[in-house]
């Protein structure tokens, strides 16, 4: 099948045969209208606008179905052909030629559809495409029909009926005449159906978009939105990106003024001392919801998808079997011809550069609901002399987000957070990645992930904050950690003992991403000079420690500035992810934020202490660097994993999620969510063999958390997605020594009776009943019942000046952790 590498294009020449075509007056008005209104010049912008009302038709089914306007166009440019002298049309007609006849005469069948509606009806339909491509009337013509400015009354009533550009310019009028309350009214009104039609549904994001939104972001998105791609919404991710630069854009006298005081800073000294610093906004495209619904809609591999759910509302999950059929039937789903021609144009616009296609959900990055790695994202080299194999690329990553919605992990976390009776729209966020080449690779200096709040404090300060920084892309980040600093002290060397190793890039000989040894890419000559100059430590035997980002840059000052502000702007605290690049002209570092959404503190997020008369053969766990301060009660049963599995079993023969997934689905059928604890060598969901044991959130999402055991210095999952998973399920986490830990009690403890394991993991996992077992192990029944505690202080408040972390056996309803004021 002819591809066409101009599959919107209409030359001027095709424009004029339109002219001459199309018979009906109100469709000659309708070309003659957006002739005179369009944005830009001939042909260019008129080819968009053609191209958007042929998808506008498509969608609506104006002039019935889209295979059935295809076969009357196809048969009317064969009578062209053949009116026009040429004997065998299909071999003597250039391919680029033919698909430029069939669009136009597309065209003129849409055109004549649209020429069948009612003025109304075309009104509102249209009302998106003229929101695009008109100019802005500044007399606002369309918005003075329905305010009465000088009066201060509506004309006519505001309503979510009116369309798209008619609300923009309503808004547009407010803005350019808000020198009343009244007309601030109006704006907030017209604003918000605008919000609500093409960012998000979520009350919460609305209410604070519409305070900071501003008629400029509107345009932004629908010119980041194209053609038939810009149905629907663009979704949390999208939304909060933008929530963030416009929260960001408007100045906050008072709080530049605390955060100055609090760092003792002279007046304009802030100023001075970021100089170095450049604040920039990152260049993305949206691809709107309704597009994930057309796939959906169009693909009979896809169609369990429609009661999926239902497995879950009754408590239940469905098996992986469901999950798999469905994720396999979008994974091979093909697009509707009129998106997979849009995904072409968009595509042709961002090729040569590397890319990130992103999940933006409507029900993601909320408050209360991150979502935090339950929906893919896919890195493109996107820079091959192959573009049709590129294209295929771009096409199947933006089909493995969208199957990532129908995931076991997604369905559980929705059941958790009681979201499984909203619809899922998923708006898909494509980014250009930020970075520079280096030899065959690309990639960002530095990527930052950081939180106004630091859940996980090695500081006095928790309040002030925390980032953690690698060197490459941020999947190191987000999957593995990095350099922690506490924002309060960030020279402070919390990451000094745990270098970074491996770098994620995206290799553009290969044309695909990696994580490489940074030896390998400083072997190459492709690391960059902000990296050798500030992430390099040591003289014979260097180390990625980054170490200097802290010492010898304000860019952790940077971020806290930012943090803190949206904190101050939005109401709530923040998780940012960021990435950070050393112009090389200018030698400034260019700090570019990529993603923003509510840090959700967990509701067991307080200090607290063990009661001092706990013996010491009743406490399991035990550290005094504690990083966390959560705490939990009355939990019955341990799943205590032995780190002699690391030892003994090798990577494939030590996947326990199957195991600890059933123990998880037996908790959730007794209705006792949050009644066991998982004690697991190293790191809990490690996607790395030797860093620890591969999970997901859906084999453990009944737990009331888990702690890490390591033979040495404990290496938190701060900045993790896990650790999110932790905070938005109100789970507790800790990680402690070797020394610290109680093998004792674990080894002999026995496990639950009736609860199977295979013969291959049986001596590595145990169910314990801490009932039973503290009563066969210290002969001593109790009234209440025994059970385990978790008692956590981050802020070194007892008399020692120690973090205390202790997860210790108590009676049910006593022996509670004891709150540190």
Not at 168 to 190: C, P, Q, W, Y
Not at 283 to 302: A, C, D, K, L, Q
Not at 430 to 449: E, K, M, S, T, W
Not at 577 to 602: H, M, W
Request: charged share 30%; proline share 4%.
């Amino acid at each position: 099948m002819f591809q066409s590498q101009k599959p919107e294009y209409l030359s001027e020449e095709s424009l004029l045969k339109l002219r001459t075509t199309v018979t009906s007056g109100r469709a000659v008005a309708f070309l003659d209208e957006f002739k005179q209104h369009a944005k830009e010049g001939i042909p260019e912008i008129q080819s968009k606008i053609w191209a958007a009302i042929r998808h506008l038709v498509y969608d609506e089914g104006i002039a019935g179905d889209i295979q059935e306007i295809h076969e009357r166009a196809q048969q009317r440019a064969i009578e062209e052909q053949l009116t026009e002298g040429l004997s065998n049309p299909l071999e003597q007609e250039d391919g680029e030629v033919f698909a430029e006849r069939m669009r136009r005469i597309r065209t003129e069948i849409c055109l004549r559809a649209l020429a069948t509606l009612g003025d109304e009806a075309a009104r509102i339909k249209l009302g998106m495409i003229r929101a695009r491509f008109e100019r802005t009337d500044p007399s606002h013509k369309t918005g003075r029909k329905y305010v009465d400015v000088e009066n201060k009354r509506l004309k006519i009533a505001i309503t979510e009926q009116v369309p798209t550009n008619e609300l923009l310019d309503i808004l547009k009028l407010a803005e350019d005449e808000n020198h009343s309350d009244f007309m601030n009214k109006v704006r907030g009104t017209a604003l918000e159906f605008l919000i609500r039609r093409l960012v998000t549904a979520n009350g919460q994001l609305i209410e604070r978009a519409s305070k900071f939104f501003t008629s400029r972001y509107i345009d932004a998105i629908l010119n980041q939105m194209p053609d038939s791609l810009a149905d629907g919404r663009i979704g949390g991710k999208s939304t909060g990106v933008l929530l963030a630069y416009a929260a960001l854009e408007q100045d906050t006298p008072e709080f530049d003024r605390q955060f100055d005081v609090a760092h003792r800073f002279r007046p304009g000294e802030r100023k001075r001392t970021l100089e170095g610093i450049t604040f920039a906004e990152n260049e993305s495209r949206f691809i709107g919801s309704r597009v994930f619904e057309s796939v959906v809609n169009t693909n009979p591999g896809v169609a369990d998808s429609a009661i999926l759910k239902r497995y879950y509302t009754d408590g239940g999950s469905a098996p992986d079997e469901i999950h798999g059929q469905i994720q396999k039937g979008m994974l091979e789903a093909k697009f509707p011809e009129h998106i997979e021609r849009q995904l072409r144009v968009l595509f042709m616009e961002m090729h040569g550069r590397p890319i990130i296609i992103r999940s933006s959900s409507e029900l993601e990055d909320r408050i209360g609901a991150a979502f935090a790695g339950k929906y893919e994202s896919v890195e493109l080299a996107n820079s091959s002399d192959d573009v049709e194999a590129d294209f295929m690329e771009f096409k199947q990553a933006i089909l493995t987000v969208y199957a990532s919605v129908f995931s076991k992990d997604v369905m559980e976390y929705r059941k958790q957070k009681g979201l499984l009776v909203e619809d899922e729209e998923m708006g898909i966020l494509v980014q250009f990645l930020n970075g520079d080449r280096h030899g065959d690779y690309f990639y960002p200096d530095f990527a930052i992930v950081g939180m106004s709040h630091a859940t996980q404090s090695m500081g006095k300060d928790p309040l002030k904050g925390a980032m953690i920084t690698v060197a490459g892309l941020g999947e190191q980040a987000v999957n593995n950690g990095g350099r922690y600093a506490m924002l309060d002290a960030p020279k402070a060397g919390y990451g000094d003992l745990r270098p970074q190793v491996g770098m994620t890039v995206i290799n553009l000989r290969a044309n695909r991403k990696e994580t490489r040894p940074y030896t390998d890419l400083q072997s190459e000559g492709g690391l960059s000079g902000a990296i050798q100059s500030y992430g390099l430590e040591g003289e014979r035997w260097k180390q990625l420690s980054l170490k200097g980002v802290m010492y010898y840059t304000e860019i952790p000052l940077a971020i806290e500035y930012i943090l803190q502000k949206l904190k101050y702007q939005l109401g709530y605290d923040v998780d940012c992810e960021f990435t950070v690049q050393q112009n090389a002209k200018t030698g400034k570092f260019d700090i570019k934020l990529v993603q923003c959404r509510p840090q959700n503190i967990p509701e067991n997020m307080h200090p607290s202490n063990m009661p001092a008369n706990i013996p010491n053969e009743r406490v399991l766990l035990t550290s005094d660097e504690a990083m966390n301060a959560t705490h939990c009660t009355d939990i019955t049963h341990l799943v205590f994993i032995d780190p002699k599995i690391f030892t003994e079993l090798g990577p494939r023969d030590r996947d326990v999620r199957s195991t600890v997934q059933r123990i998880n689905e037996m908790f959730a059928g007794e209705g006792k969510k949050g009644k066991y604890l998982i004690v697991t060598p190293l790191r809990w969901g490690s996607e790395e063999d030797a860093s620890g044991l591969k999970a997901r959130f859906a084999n453990f999402s009944n737990a009331a958390g888990a702690m890490e055991l390591f033979p040495g210095e404990p290496t938190s999952s701060w900045g993790t997605h896990f650790l999110q998973d932790f905070m938005d399920s109100n789970m507790t986490t800790g990680a402690f020594r070797h020394s610290g830990v109680n093998f004792d009690f674990f080894r002999r403890a026995e496990t639950q009776e009736g609860f199977e394991i295979s013969k291959k993991l049986g001596p590595f996992i145990k169910l314990i009943d801490i009932n039973r077992a503290q009563e066969v192990i210290s002969g001593r029944k109790s009234e209440t019942g025994w059970c385990v505690h978790v008692a956590q202080d981050n802020t070194g408040k007892d008399s020692s000046d120690k973090r205390m972390s202790r997860v210790y056996i108590g009676e049910v309803g006593k022996d509670l952790p004891e709150k540190v004021l």
